[in-house]
């Protein structure tokens, strides 16, 4: 069975970092893609996705430079960096993962597990 948990959110000051953790489980994780989305009220958005066979990323252009995703096959965990915390970064950020088929994760629909979603909440 396919796991996800999300991990790593809080409140964090407007300008600091923070570094959310992504742990799978119940498949073969260097097969598989992993993305990052955000969800503000109803609203949910594709923010970044690495393909864990390659090590290839992808970012939303508004959160390039700021955020960074990477993969420890070995731990079974995606990590997304956010440095510079803004306002706008106040979310509930959930990981989602399906099987690679291409080596892009832009490629990916992402059907095949999401985490339960962990929130971050900006203070100015």
């Known amino acids: 069975e396919v796991q996800l948990v999300e991990s790593g959110g809080g409140l964090v000051q407007a300008g600091g970092s923070l570094t959310l953790s992504c742990a799978a489980s119940?498949?073969?994780?260097?097969?598989?893609?992993i993305g990052w989305f955000r969800q503000i009220g109803p609203a949910r958005e594709a923010i970044s996705c690495i393909s864990n066979r390659n090590s290839r990323g992808w970012y939303l252009d508004s959160v390039k430079g700021r955020f960074t995703i990477s993969s420890d096959n070995a731990k079974k965990t995606t990590y997304l960096q956010i440095n510079n915390v803004k306002a706008e970064d106040t979310a509930i950020y959930y990981c989602?993962?399906?099987?690679?088929?291409?080596?892009?994760?832009?490629?990916?629909?992402?059907?095949?597990?999401w985490g339960q979603g962990t929130q971050v909440t900006v203070s100015s």
């Open positions: 989602a993962t399906d099987r690679d088929t291409t080596g892009d994760c832009t490629d990916s629909y992402f059907k095949g597990g």
């Open positions: 119940g498949f073969t994780f260097e097969d598989y893609v």
